[in-house]
């Protein structure tokens, strides 16, 4: 991803769509976490959450085939632009190995104190921090908000007694806040995908 989502890049284009769909595959990971916690759910969120869940991947798919479309036709990226990916790529990749060692760190510390019922907690508040420096990187005021929307769900949730309800809250709301995330780039990549368009029209 060398520019800004609102600069309509191709490379920008895709770079928000690879990174939408690894959001919505992490998202489901949090609502099977959320959903093991063995609380009792009604019918409409058993129900309601796969139907979300197809919904999303559906459109996630159409703007993957629209944005690799774009990509084919659209010219090779300058020296310039590639090396600005490539620095960008470094920053990225630095973000995300923190943010892992950081949950690694986390899980191994809580298990040693005897505190594993802390772990969805905690992995929320390292996973909602890593969104701020994302947010700068990719020009994204968005992931600012998903960043202080899942501190503030891991922060709550770790005030909760039960840990059976702990993991199912913390979980389904991390997972329904991922997927939200993922809307908002979506509805981000179909304008900028238009956009495109338009430029490239004769």
Known sequence: MVES???????????????????FVFGIF???????????F?????????????????????????????????????AEQAALGR???????????IQWGSIVAAIAVL?????PNF???AVA??????????????????????????CAIGLGGALISSPSARLSAVGLSFGLLLWLTVADALVGISRAARAQREENRP
Do not use: D, E
Request: charge should be positive; aromatic fraction near 10%; hydrophobic fraction near 55%.
């Open 5 to 23: 989502i609102s600069s309509t890049s191709p490379r920008a284009l895709t770079g928000m769509t690879l990174g939408s769909a690894v959001m």
């Open 42 to 78: 009604p019918a409409w969120m058993r129900v309601g959450v796969p139907l979300l869940g197809v919904v999303l991947a559906i459109w996630l798919a159409v703007m993957a085939v629209r944005v690799a479309r774009i990509s084919r036709n659209a010219p090779p990226p300058s």
């Open 111 to 115: 298990n040693i104190v005897h505190l």
């Open 125 to 150: 508040v390292i996973v909602a921090l890593h969104f701020f420096p994302l947010a700068a990187l990719f020009q994204r005021p968005s992931y600012n908000v998903t960043g202080i929307l899942g």
């Open 119 to 121: 772990i969805a907690p």
């Open 87 to 97: 620095q960008i790529g470094r920053r990225f990749g630095r973000i995300h190995a």
């Open 30 to 40: 949090w609502f099977l976490a959320g959903f093991s916690g063995g609380r009792f």
